[in-house]
Nanobody
Framework: QVQLVESGGGLVQAGDSLRLSCAASGRAFSRSAMGWFRQAPGKEREFVAAISWGGGNTYYTDSVKGRFTISRDNAKNTGYLQMNSLRPEDTAVYYC????????????????????WGQGTQVTVSS
């Protein structure tokens, strides 16, 4: 079982940066692939970034490539999403998610592949 709590959201201006954190409880996190999704008002939840539990593999949706960086610190049971050059279209509730994975290099980008979800943190980017 893994419980996830996001933090670090807020209101920023276009071009600013934010770092989201995802604090996990449960020993399974160190063997769990992790991801970030977001959901804007009136839109479906969409994939943002993923990382394997070994940390060696990452994957991003095209719209955030080169601006966002996903990382993790298994010793601290925490995952991160560094968001630079934020745009108004990045405004959404951001969700941390995880699932236990057998292989250390596995990552996932489909909503249905994940087992555990946080409650989300709001990110608002003003123009």
């Amino acid at each position: 079982q893994v419980q996830l709590v996001e933090s670090g959201g807020g209101l920023v201006q276009a071009g600013d940066s934010l770092r989201l954190s995802c604090a996990a409880s449960g020993r399974a996190f160190s063997r769990s692939a992790m991801g970030w999704f977001r959901q804007a008002p009136g839109k479906e939840r969409e994939f943002v970034a993923a990382i394997s539990w070994g940390g060696g593999n990452t994957y991003y949706t095209d719209s955030v490539k080169g601006r966002f960086t996903i990382s993790r610190d298994n010793a601290k049971n925490t995952g991160y999403l560094q968001m630079n050059s934020l745009r108004p279209e990045d405004t959404a509730v951001y969700y941390c998610t995880a699932r236990v994975a057998y292989y250390s290099d596995s990552y996932y980008y489909q909503y249905r592949d994940y087992s555990y979800w946080g409650q989300g943190t709001q990110v608002t980017v003003s123009s």
